[in-house]
């Protein structure tokens, strides 16, 4: 039997632009599933929270076979935040599918894969997706595109790029506007004309990349990587260098493959595939598998720096232990570790304190999938304001991260983003007004933004969408100022009635309604002045044998603002942490009682002139 030819191929595009539609595209019409299955909407993102946000957060595999050749298909993620996913990911494949909306056009979270692409040296498809659009603009967007192209310094054969348009949930790709497409058929048709097959190498001496890796309950680490030269072999003894030129010994236990969505055992993997292995319990990311006779290792993969970190704390609140299952600092360990075994953007390293880890990552998004994630498993945690990574340059001067920033809004609500922005340190780089939206791009520190996502939307009244990716690390810009609002916090515990949120509301927004479980140092709210304001949220109507017409009228409350994970950890300040626990996300003071806070507050003012 000939070997099939292979061709590894990665879909980049923005958030939401469809990477997910097409690849079920594909796997729809070369018949992966039985026609008697039940297939869901984008079958590879089959994380809840992917399902859920509509994203994709985890890079994940699939193949289909075309005529005579194997198609691996690599659905990256889009959202900045797992870059050090995306990087390493384009390593192992042969071309990319740049798929852009044809009416947004390039955004900048596809600026950012697209250069990884071209600095490899592929040379990318370009598919105008979303064609049925009344607001398509397809021409001028090839136009921005090759723009892009110039400003990535794309080479001449990378700027020859094929053009196709398509609409993915239809399953549609054509060669030009006018066509009736009626399959992805053009698509298969480019990638084989556009690249060669893999060489065949299997006469030379194995050379295999890690280059994301996996868990498995029953067999342990799995270590995902392409097979560049020779043949790997179920139970073959190979040779593992790391970076720093270190060599063991290892012996690789069952591969797997892709077949479709599946991975199947095979005996014997062959150059140009990837796959997936078992048996090395310390395997890495950027690792080589070498032939034990013939070592060569290849360059190894650096693994972007965390940009956030912020404290993953034991729950000590009032209501600790009420709903959770796991609220120990040993189970908290042990769930951290885990999460290192696969998540290589994440860095955890221990505190002073047993019952507190510090916890770094690439944005507020990549950790707060990993609380969700645990919340739902069953953890309970309290976690710490986010705070920005600084390091220091070849001067020694202080640098902090900066991101580009795009926000796309109706004209109307310009002036308060421009305001605000600058606010928080941003400097302009480019503004744009069409049909009525204005599209305003800022360069501003990654510290100034936190929290700025929620305020955006309420700004624009949620017609505005804001897109932000790592842009590099700037000299530190100074003083930023925190949020301006206090908080309202609880001084009794108890439920809270509707007669002392009644009164409270015009104090400023309330977090929390009738009958909810509150406790002493529980912030229940969004003062409207500056200051916070201690309350009582358990205080009820006296009542008295006296009635009159008037005075007993139904209590109409505004309705309280129910916080998510996100918009808690972008809201709290540094004296305050917010509670996750299964059932519930409550935000609170560090100090539960006023005494608590001022011997907080005294603390860290010590500390602040110590460190002068």
Not at 264 to 285: L, N, Y
């Amino acid at each position: 039997m000939s070997k099939q030819k292979i061709i590894n191929i990665a879909v980049i595009a923005h958030v939401d632009a469809g990477k997910s539609t097409l690849v079920d595209a594909f796997l729809n019409q070369s018949h992966v599933f039985r026609s008697n299955e039940e297939v869901v909407e984008c079958v590879m993102d089959s994380n809840d929270l992917e399902r859920e946000r509509g994203i994709t957060i985890y890079s994940k595999n699939c193949s289909v076979n075309y005529k005579d050749y194997k198609i691996n298909i690599v659905d990256t993620p889009g959202h900045a935040d797992f870059s050090s996913e995306v990087e390493r990911i384009i390593k192992t494949v042969d071309t990319v599918i740049l798929l852009v909306d044809s009416a947004e056009g390039p955004m900048p979270q596809t600026r950012f894969v697209l250069s990884k692409s071209l600095e490899m040296g592929l040379r990318p498809i370009l598919l105008i997706n979303k064609i049925d659009k009344k607001d398509q603009r397809a021409e001028e967007v090839v136009d921005e595109v090759y723009d892009l192209f110039l400003d990535l310094n794309a080479n001449d054969e990378q700027l020859d790029f094929p053009i196709l348009y398509g609409i993915a949930k239809r399953g549609i790709v054509q060669h030009s506007l006018d066509e009736e497409g009626t399959s992805i058929e053009p698509l298969f048709e480019t990638i084989l004309n556009h690249v060669e097959a893999y060489p065949d190498l299997d006469e030379e001496p194995l050379q295999m990349q890690v280059s994301a890796l996996a868990y498995d309950d029953y067999i342990g680490r799995l270590g995902i990587g392409r097979i560049y030269s020779g043949v790997l072999k179920e139970g073959q003894n190979v040779a593992v260098c790391d970076g720093d030129g270190n060599i063991r010994q290892k012996s690789v236990n069952q591969i797997f493959a892709y077949q479709g969505l599946k991975r199947v055992a095979v005996s014997e993997a062959h150059s140009g595939d990837i796959v997936v292995i078992s048996g090395i319990a310390d395997i890495s990311i950027g690792e080589t598998l070498c032939d034990k006779d013939n070592i060569m290792p290849m360059p190894t993969i650096k693994i972007e720096e965390p940009t956030l970190s912020m404290n993953f704390i034991v729950n000590k609140s009032p209501f600790a232990g009420q709903s959770g299952k796991f609220v120990t600092s040993r189970n908290l360990k042990e769930r951290l570790e885990k999460e290192l075994e696969v998540n290589v953007g994440l860095k955890v390293e221990p505190t002073e304190s047993g019952d507190c880890f510090k916890v770094s990552g690439r944005g507020e998004l990549h950790i707060s999938i990993l609380l969700e994630n645990m919340r739902r498993e069953g953890f309970e945690i309290a976690v710490s304001k986010p705070e920005v990574i600084m390091h220091r340059d070849e001067e020694n001067r202080i640098v902090e991260p900066v991101e580009e920033v795009v926000a796309i809004a109706p004209s109307e609500y310009s002036g308060t983003i421009i305001s605000k922005l600058n606010l928080r340190k941003g400097v302009m780089v480019d503004m744009d007004e069409e049909n009525g939206y204005c599209r305003i791009t800022y360069s501003a520190p990654t510290r100034g933004l936190l929290g700025y996502r929620s305020e955006f939307i309420n700004d624009t009244r949620g017609e505005g969408t804001l897109v932000r990716r790592i842009k590099g690390y700037e000299p530190f810009k100074g003083e930023i100022t925190q949020r301006a609002n206090g908080a309202m916090i609880s001084t009794e515990t108890g439920k809270a009635m509707t007669y002392a949120l009644w009164n409270l509301q015009e104090r400023g927004t309330l977090f929390i309604t009738p009958q909810t479980e509150v406790y002493e140092g529980m912030i229940i709210g969004m003062s409207a002045r500056n200051t916070d304001l201690e309350v009582n949220p358990i205080k009820n109507k006296k009542l008295t044998a006296i009635r009159s017409s008037g005075n007993d009228e139904a209590m109409k409350l505004t309705p309280a603002k129910i916080m998510s994970l996100e918009e808690a950890l972008e809201f709290i300040n540094d004296d305050e942490l917010v509670e996750i626990t299964p059932d519930t996300i409550r935000l609170r003071k560090r100090g539960l009682t006023p005494f608590d806070r001022k011997q907080y507050y005294r603390e860290l003012v010590k500390s602040q002139e110590t460190e002068q």
